[in-house]
């Protein structure tokens, strides 16, 4: 019969021999911990009968880990029954390990994509322009972009607009 405890020696075994990153390794050693302070003595002489049992000793688990949110209890549980099933598979004869292939799961980084679909944030304007920057009172600024062949009706226009702006009408 295979002790629960067996499990952690598997993951080091597991980690030194690169099928599991260090991280990865971490992560089940955290899911067996959480579950096995809910184990009973036959339990942690047994891995069989752990997974045998997973289901009632994942409700004492969410019983005693409130904190903690459903859907992290759930992913705890899977990496545990994952740990069992590896360590059924290449743990009980080591030689095994070396058939053991890993699965790279590729990740995509938002970073490293290259966005496909160019937007112009501004149409480009050819047009000659005047561009007039001001300083205002409490550093605000004015920025007036005109162009060079504006006519009097517009420059009116303009005006007119500035001239409602003014608080002091």
Do not use: C
């Amino acid at each position: 019969m295979h002790k629960y405890s067996d499990l952690y020696n598997f993951i080091d075994f597991a980690k030194g021999n690169r099928k599991y990153p260090e991280n990865t390794a971490n992560g089940l050693k955290s899911a067996l911990r959480i579950f096995e302070k809910e184990l009973n003595i036959d339990e942690l002489s047994s891995i069989d009968l752990v997974e045998e049992n997973i289901e009632e000793i994942f409700i004492n688990v969410v019983g005693k880990n409130k904190d903690k949110g459903i859907g992290s209890l759930n992913t705890y549980k899977a990496r545990v029954l994952k740990v069992i099933k590896d360590y059924q598979k290449y743990g009980v004869n080591p030689s095994k390990i070396q058939s053991w292939v890993i699965k790279y799961h590729k990740i995509d980084r938002p970073d490293k994509i290259i966005d496909k679909k160019e937007t112009a944030l501004s149409s480009y304007t050819n047009t000659p322009v005047h561009k007039i920057e001001l300083s205002l009172t409490g550093n605000n600024k004015a920025i007036i972009t005109i162009p060079k062949n504006i006519n009097t009706r517009e420059i009116k226009a303009i005006k007119d607009i500035l001239d409602s702006l003014s608080p002091e009408r």
